[in-house]
């Protein structure tokens, strides 16, 4: 197959998700869609390695991710970040549940080996599954290994479609309090215009118009996500480089060194997430028939158990802090597939109910840095943690 062939057989996979997710409102995700045609297609006719050969696995998709989350960091201001301490709580809640309900129920139907390896997968973050499949590897336990793999593949499959439904219900909420006068389009000054960046931290002074051009856009992201990337790896990554690169993009953003989303501005954007979502498909690729019939049943079952916990904790702490269950149960579920599906879920959403511009709008600013935040912290810092910890039990 040639690039080229490579290239147009995933774009049409993510095209005919975008038109089912477009006729049903939303109610069907593209992602969902996406999934189920990859892997379908990698069980008959698609080479395995098809990411790779249309030139969009990696290393370009890791060049991706750091250029996206810094991105992602310019959307937001540094009150807001630290405003996000609820969604913190809520996420982290929702993973507390998720442990409980696994290592109590699950462990007595299952058994404490089964739940070991797929809890932390479970989690969303690809470290803590490598971690658990090469622990039962080493025990001459390669079914379980395959649960650790298999259970990160597949758990997408129950986020995707309970996070629509949640959003879409949220996003309701929301709009009839917007239309009602209840609430407002409420944005940081220095949020409004993208090219002044007007702030009150701002040292940089504005870009004058005729440097501003898509190699200046891009060379002043990648400085930034390099100098997070470089910050993580002299602290051993103490705090994942995916939360710095976030964090980098603030305060970028926030001093006038980069301007409000960047990628949207060199135009690069649409290209970069394409290539993320190619890469999170392509991990489809590893989950054979045989593997999913071999382990089905404790797959399913710890799933289950798993999120019925999560949204439990979840909603509970969340209506403490004052969240729709919707959305609690929204930002919890990010753990089940993280960056950049989180993403993409939001705005399926909020083009699925908004009427204009800046309904979207107010959607997007209401519901995306909750649902950014929450997926960072459970598939990039608490998957880690909660490997760590089930590890031990190998």
Same mark, same amino acid.
């Given at each position: 197959?040639?690039?080229?062939? @490579? #290239?147009?057989?995933?774009?049409?996979?993510?095209? =005919?998700?975008?038109?089912?997710?477009?006729?049903?409102? @939303? #109610?069907?995700?593209?992602?969902?869609?996406?999934? =189920?045609?990859?892997?379908?297609?990698?069980w008959t006719f698609l080479p395995?390695?098809?990411?790779?050969?249309?030139?969009?696995?990696?290393?370009?998709?890791?060049?991706a991710m750091y250029l996206l989350i810094t991105h992602m960091g310019t959307m937001m201001s540094v009150s807001e970040l630290i405003s996000q301490w609820k969604t913190i709580t809520i996420a982290l809640m929702g993973i507390v549940g998720m442990c409980i309900g696994t290592m109590t129920i699950g462990r007595l139907i299952f058994g404490l080996d089964a739940v070991v390896a797929g809890t932390p997968p479970l989690t969303g973050g690809i470290v803590a599954a490598i971690m658990m499949s090469d622990g039962y590897a080493a025990k001459g336990m390669p079914d379980l290994a395959v649960l650790a793999i298999v259970m990160y593949v597949m758990q997408g499959f129950a986020g995707y479609p309970l996070t629509a439904i949640c959003l879409k219900k949220e996003g309701k909420r929301l709009l009839s309090l917007f239309r009602r006068g209840e609430m407002t389009i409420e944005k940081p000054q220095e949020c409004k215009n993208n090219l002044t960046n007007k702030s009150k931290y701002m040292i940089f002074p504005p870009l004058p118009e005729k440097y501003q051009t898509t190699y200046m856009y891009l060379a002043k992201l990648g400085l930034v996500a390099w100098a997070a990337v470089s910050f993580a790896a002299v602290t051993n990554e103490v705090v994942s480089k995916y939360v710095v690169c976030l964090i980098f993009g603030v305060i970028a953003s926030e001093v006038g060194f980069l301007e409000r989303k960047p990628l949207n501005l060199s135009g690069s954007f649409g290209l970069l997430m394409t290539s993320l979502m190619a890469y999170v498909f392509a991990q489809l690729a590893k989950a054979t028939p045989q593997m999913l019939i071999q382990i089905v049943v404790p797959l399913l079952g710890i799933i289950v158990i798993g999120v019925t916990g999560m949204a439990i904790f979840s909603i509970i702490v969340g209506k403490k802090l004052g969240y729709s269950k919707e959305m609690a149960f929204s930002v919890a579920l990010t753990a089940l597939y993280g960056f950049p599906p989180n993403y993409i879920l939001t705005d399926e959403a909020a083009k699925a109910l908004a009427e204009t511009p800046e309904e979207k709008e107010f959607l997007m600013d209401q519901m995306l840095p909750k649902m950014l935040v929450g997926g960072f912290t459970t598939v990039t810092i608490a998957s880690v943690l909660i490997a760590g910890i089930f590890i031990k039990f190998l």
């Open positions: 197959m040639s690039i080229i062939m @490579a #290239f147009c057989v995933v774009l049409v996979i993510l095209t =005919i998700g975008d038109v089912v997710s477009a006729k049903t409102k @939303a #109610f069907i995700p593209s992602v969902f869609v996406s999934a =189920i045609l990859f892997l379908a297609g990698f395995k390695d098809l990411i790779d050969i249309s030139g969009m696995g990696m290393p370009f998709a890791l060049l």
